[in-house]
C-alpha cells in the first residue's frame, strides 16, 4: 500500500479548540421556543404521522436558517453540532418525538434504522444484557465504547438525563486517524484493510460483513470504527481470528480516543440535542444510572439522517 498521508480539514480537532463552543453550539431563544411549540402542534392536531414529517411540513420560518448553518458546520466542518433549549418540557411522549423528527429533518433526510423501518429509537434502559451479541446500545445502562453509526448523521435528543452518568464524549477520528498516521504507519496501513463486523441481526452469515476502519474519497475520511462489533464478530462459523496487528490497532485506536486531548465531553441536559457526523467523528458513552420512578427514568431520541455525503 503506498504511504497513507495525514487528513487536514475543520474536522481535524482537539478538544481544546472546541470545548469554548463557536460555530458548532447555539442556544434556542424565547421566540425560537414559541416557533417549535406551534409546529408540533400543527402537525399533531393534522394527525401527520411520523413517518409523514418533512422540513416543509415542519416550517422554522426564524429557526431553519440557523440549522441550515448548524447542517453546514456538521456536514463540512467539525462534524460536531449542539441545539441547546428546545422545548421538550410539557410535550407528551408523541410531542417529543414530532419536535426531534422536523428539527433533524432541517439536517437531513430521515432514514430507517434497522430492517424493520422504524425512524427513531428511543434510547433506555430497558435491563438488557449488553453481554449478548444481538443486545443493541440503546436497550442497556452500561458504558458504550467509541463507535460510528452507519449513516452520515446521528442525531439525538435528551428528553430526560439519568440520575447520574450517561455522559456523552465525542473525538474527532481525523485527529486520532492522523496520529495513528504520525506515530505508527504500520498500523495505519492495516486499519485501512478490511475488517470483520457483526450487524446483530442474528447467528447466519448475512450478520456478518467486511469493511475497512477507514476509507477515503480524496482529502475526504471516513472511518467505520465500532469495537464492540468488531469483537463480537468473532462469533461467524466463517470469521477468522483477530490477528495481532488488528489487535494492537484496535488497542491504540481505544488508547487514544479515551486520551484527554482528543475527547470532547457533553453532559446532555433535557431539550439537548446533539448531532454528529459518523464518518469524521466517533462517540461512546458512560454507565449511567437511573431514577426509580419511570417517568423520570433517562430517554433520549435517536434518529439517522442521510446529508447525501457518504
Keep these: ?38 409546529a408540533v402542534a400543527a402537525v399533531e392536531a393534522a394527525g401527520v404521522p411520523l413517518d409523514g414529517l418533512s422540513r416543509a411540513g415542519f416550517p ?18 467539525c462534524g460536531v453540532g449542539m441545539v441547546r433549549g428546545l422545548p421538550v418540557a410539557g410535550l407528551t411522549e408523541r410531542g417529543c418525538e414530532l419536535l426531534a423528527l422536523g428539527v433533524a429533518a432541517h439536517l437531513g433526510r430521515l432514514v430507517p434504522q434497522g430492517p424493520d423501518g422504524v425512524l427513531l429509537r428511543h434510547v433506555r434502559d430497558r435491563g438488557a444484557d ?8 440503546y436497550e442497556h445502562r452500561r458504558g458504550i465504547g467509541y463507535h460510528a453509526d452507519p449513516t452520515d448523521v446521528v442525531a439525538l435528543l435528551c428528553i430526560r438525563p439519568a440520575r447520574s452518568g ?8 481525523v485527529a486520532v486517524h492522523n496520529e495513528v498516521v504520525r506515530t505508527r504507519p504500520d498500523l495505519a ?3 485501512y484493510q478490511p475488517w470483520w463486523y457483526d450487524r446483530r441481526t442474528g447467528d447466519g452469515p448475512d450478520s456478518f460483513a ?44 481505544d488508547r487514544l480516543h479515551a486520551d484527554p486531548r ?22 461512546a458513552r458512560t454507565a449511567y444510572e437511573d431514577h426509580p420512578e419511570r417517568e423520570r427514568r433517562r430517554d433520549l431520541i435517536r434518529l439517522w439522517l442521510d446529508t447525501g455525503r457518504r
Design 130 to 137: 449488553p453481554a449478548r451479541p444481538t443486545t443493541r446500545s
Design 1 to 38: 500500500m503506498a504511504v497513507i498521508d495525514q487528513v487536514r480539514g475543520p474536522a481535524d480537532w482537539r478538544a481544546d479548540q472546541l470545548a469554548d463552543g463557536g460555530r458548532w453550539r447555539f442556544t434556542v431563544d424565547d421566540a425560537q421556543r414559541a416557533e417549535l411549540r406551534a
Design 60 to 77: 422554522l420560518p426564524t429557526l431553519g436558517p440557523e440549522l441550515d448553518r448548524l447542517a453546514a458546520e456538521v456536514t463540512g466542518g
Design 210 to 253: 467486511q469493511r475497512p476502519v477507514y476509507t477515503r474519497d480524496g482529502d475526504r475520511l471516513a472511518a467505520h470504527y465500532g469495537p464492540d462489533y468488531i469483537r463480537s464478530a468473532q462469533r461467524g462459523a466463517h470469521v477468522p481470528p483477530l490477528t495481532p496487528a488488528q489487535r494492537e490497532a484496535m488497542d491504540t485506536l
Design 166 to 173: 450517561g455522559l456523552s464524549t465525542v473525538v474527532s477520528s
Design 189 to 191: 496501513r492495516v486499519l
Design 262 to 283: 482528543f475527547v470532547l465531553g457533553m453532559d446532555l441536559r433535557a431539550g439537548d440535542m446533539q448531532f454528529l457526523d459518523n464518518g469524521v467523528v466517533v462517540h
